[in-house]
């Protein structure tokens, strides 16, 4: 069975921190990685994904992979209250499959 | 209308009834999925279709029927439903029904069976 863990949190930082958000997943032959937003009552949006190992930078966010340590995480730069959500880590094994997805991190950021 | 959206927002029902979930994508793709999400847990696949052809049931109860009349609609029936069903029904879009294919969502129903 194909598993995708998360740290439920909640994960609390000062305004200004940087958060990181971890995920870990069971099958190694996953090829895809996607973190989703989650705010209360909405629906995840995408806010970034990642194919090969190390890192992706994309404004204050940063995802980064070690699939030999089948980890992936993301970090929030100069966090701020509006960053408070859920993160949803979600993993893709090969084409023809759907993404699993973990339960999420709360994060909170306090101002 | 852009994106994934979702009618009805919210919905109450008792046991005995019998509703439809809509789901319509503005965005071209080619693949259509529903999730549930409860409570504490992950996002639950229930359905996928790609290119109206549905290519993954998991094991879900047939008192959820879905359909797939063409590849920017989606429908959910639901019929004699259980309070446990009771959830965020989310409706996603992609391209194809691949791994690396980014999925969007829509707002969700979220549903109430009493």
């Known amino acids: 069975q194909k598993e995708v863990e998360q740290n439920s949190g909640p994960l609390s930082v000062p305004e200004g921190a940087i958060a990181s958000l971890n995920c870990t997943y069971s099958?190694?032959?996953?090829?895809?990685f996607f973190w989703y937003r989650q705010y209360s009552g909405k629906s995840p949006e995408l806010i970034m994904f990642?194919?090969?190992?190390g890192d992706k930078e994309d404004g204050r966010f940063t995802a980064q992979l070690n699939k030999a340590s089948q980890y992936v995480s993301l970090l929030i730069r100069d966090s701020q209250p509006s960053d408070s959500a859920t993160y949803l880590c979600?993993?893709?094994?090969?084409?023809?499959?759907?993404?699993?997805f973990g339960k999420g991190t709360t994060l909170s950021v306090s101002s | 209308e852009t994106g994934v959206t979702q009618t009805p927002r919210h919905l109450v029902m008792g046991m005995t009834n019998k509703k439809s979930l809509k789901c319509e994508q503005h965005?071209?793709?080619?693949?259509m999925y529903w999730y549930k999400q409860s409570a504490k847990k992950p996002l639950e696949l229930m359905f996928v279709?790609?290119?109206?052809?549905?290519?993954e049931n998991n094991s879900v109860p047939s008192r959820f029927s879905p359909e797939c009349p063409n590849s920017s609609h989606l429908f959910l029936h639901l019929h004699t439903l259980q309070p446990e069903d009771s959830a965020l029904y989310l409706c996603?879009?992609?391209?194809?029904?691949?791994?690396?294919?980014?999925?969007?969502f829509g707002p969700g129903t979220r549903l109430t069976v009493l």
């Open positions: 965005l071209g793709h080619n693949a």
């Open positions: 979600a993993v893709g094994h090969q084409a023809g499959t759907a993404l699993i």
């Open positions: 099958d190694r032959g996953s090829q895809s």
């Open positions: 996603a879009s992609s391209q194809d029904h691949g791994s690396t294919d980014t999925q969007y």
């Open positions: 990642i194919y090969s190992n």
């Open positions: 279709y790609s290119l109206e052809e549905r290519v």
